[in-house]
């Protein structure tokens, strides 16, 4: 059974493995926590200072539509909490990062077609979401099989 100390350890442990194969995988999980945690809040709780550029119309209806659905904004800002609690504290990363995954999707879909200003943020994150998955890459195998006899 592959478990996420266990996939994390090959990476820190290997003998012949330079700084960044043994630490890039938790400076990547750590940063990449941070942001869904600190951004995740803020989305609950809205304590960072709001930009002083407006967004474009297309961007402030679409942030509009998701706080009048009732649920979907709480749900978002939720799960990135609960994901970068996660990421932070090294549990589930695994299955932290397959539940980010289609918000790290929506985040660049947004900043590409709504709002371009933001579009570095949003590269760095898909960046670090995919860094992560490949370092993680043996525990997503099983879950990629074209075929699972039971």
């Known amino acids: ?76 800002a939720w799960t990135e909490v609960i994901c970068g609690a996660l990421l932070l504290m090294n549990l589930f990363v695994p299955l932290a990062l397959a539940f980010i995954a289609p918000v790290v999707v929506n985040i660049v879909a947004f900043h590409v077609f709504l709002a371009p200003s933001g579009l570095g943020v949003a590269v760095v994150v898909l960046a670090l979401n995919l860094y992560l998955a490949w370092a993680y890459r043996r525990a997503y195998r099983p879950m990629l099989a074209a075929r699972i006899r039971l």
Not at 42 to 54: G, R
């Open 1 to 76: 059974m592959t478990t996420d100390s266990n996939i994390q350890g090959r990476e820190a442990n290997a003998h012949n493995a330079g700084w960044f194969a043994r630490n890039g995988p938790i400076a990547a999980r750590v940063l990449m926590g941070l942001i869904f945690l600190i951004f995740g809040l803020n989305m609950l709780l809205n304590f960072l200072p709001q930009p002083s550029k407006p967004l474009p119309e297309g961007a402030t209806d679409l942030a509009g539509a998701l706080v009048r659905s009732g649920y979907l904004f709480q749900l978002t």
